[in-house]
Each structure stands twice: as structure tokens, then as C-alpha cells.
């Protein structure tokens, strides 16, 4: 059961993030954006908890970049082992070794907006 959290988590972490990138970029109050996206069908608990917290580029609490990278790991495993295929999962733990290697392996899992807000990624 776990598994199949974090393998959803990692998948709507990174949606979140595109989304809240794509509207700063395009000049949009993110603020707002979260007001209004979060009473549709986009809303998720990570919007809630994180969604402002990501806008202000705050990562120092919460569940860390090295813990999920280890869980994503396990998923993959598994997924091997039963001939499943996970290319979303493995493309977002990807995507988590550029946050650790930007020196983020302790931060929230949320702070996968960072990789995008850098221009080198």
C-alpha cells in the first residue's frame, strides 16, 4: 500500500509543480490560482498543505527528497520483479537526484518546483 502512495504522490507532486510554475511564468497571481484550482478537481492534499509553501520556495520541513528517492527505488524494484511498468515514477525519480544533487536531499518532496524554476533543467 505504500508503494502504490508514493507512487501516486510522485506523480501528483510533479502536476503540482508544473502547474504552479506554468502560472508564475505566465504572470498569474499563483496565490489565486491555488485559491480557485483547489475547489476543482485538481485539489489534493498536497495542493492544500504545500501548494503556498511551494510558492514561497519553502522546503525545510516535511517528508525529504532522500526518503522518497529510497521508497521510488523500492517501487521500481517491485515493478521489475513483477513486469510492471511505472515511466511516470521512474521519469520523477529522476527528476528527485536533480533536486538531490542541487543540494536538496533533505528537503520536502514538494520541492520539486525548484528543478523547474532553475533554467538549467
Sequence with gaps: ?????????????????????FASRCGLDVGKVLEVISKGAAQ??????????????????????????KDLGLCLDEARR??????????VDQFYAEVQAMGGGRWDTSSLIRRLRDSTH
Design 1 to 21: 500500500t505504500k508503494m502504490v502512495n508514493q507512487i501516486c504522490i510522485a506523480g501528483l507532486v510533479q502536476g503540482l509543480s508544473e502547474g504552479l510554475d
Design 82 to 91: 513483477v513486469k510492471g511498468r511505472l515511466p511516470v515514477t521512474a521519469l
Design 44 to 69: 489534493s492534499w498536497q495542493m492544500e498543505n504545500r501548494g503556498h509553501t511551494m510558492e514561497r520556495d519553502e522546503f525545510e520541513f516535511g517528508f525529504a527528497v532522500d526518503w522518497m528517492r
